[in-house]
């Protein structure tokens, strides 16, 4: 019995540390990001790593140029074909949505969006985790192309 409660608990401990934003994690995360925007030609900028495990919404800023092409990729534990329950939306210094990694007719979130900057400004990168994602850990990457 002391066995299997032992099993149990180790069990557990191992699936809340699977879960936890490990910098190991996070670097091969990052790796993934960075692998999706090399064949597209683009430059890495700059990375965030996202823990949402206390807070399911998650914003920052960043300055774009204009006449620049940006391209933001995600990247979590999830394969590619299945990534899902993570909205990314991209605002301006007004406050307006721009553009947004789902696809409603097909009902899926893409894992990389891009877009073409036509004023330069500040810019809100927003984060969006849905109730039934089990994965907080998220690397998110910008990259450029001129």
Same mark, same amino acid.
């Given at each position: ?6 099993? *149990?608990?180790?069990? $557990? ?16 995360? %990052? ?12 430059? *890495?900028?700059? +990375?965030?790593? $996202?823990?949402?495990?206390?807070? /399911? ?11 620049? %092409? ?12 299945? *990534? !899902?329950?993570?909205? *990314?939306?991209?605002?301006? +210094? !007004?406050?307006? /949505? ?6 409603? +007719?097909?009902?899926?979130?893409? %894992? ?27 690397? +998110?990457?910008?990259?450029? /192309?001129?």
């Amino acid at each position: 019995m002391k066995r299997y409660v032992l099993l *149990f608990f180790l069990l $557990i401990g191992g699936a809340a540390y699977a879960q936890q934003c490990t910098p190991e994690v996070m670097r091969e995360y %990052t790796r993934k990001c960075v692998n999706q925007l090399r064949p597209r030609g683009y430059t *890495f900028l700059k +990375s965030y790593r $996202i823990d949402a495990s206390s807070n /399911k919404t998650v914003e920052y800023s960043y300055i774009f140029n204009r006449g620049q %092409t940006y391209m933001i990729t995600f990247a979590n534990e999830s394969n590619p074909k299945e *990534f !899902s329950g993570i909205l *990314f939306e991209l605002f301006d +210094s !007004s406050r307006r /949505k721009l553009i947004d990694n789902y696809n409603p +007719s097909l009902k899926q979130y893409r %894992t990389a969006v891009a877009f073409r900057c036509s004023q330069t400004g500040i810019y809100h990168l927003k984060f969006t985790f849905e109730p039934s994602v089990k994965d907080y850990c998220l690397v +998110s990457v910008v990259g450029f /192309k001129r």
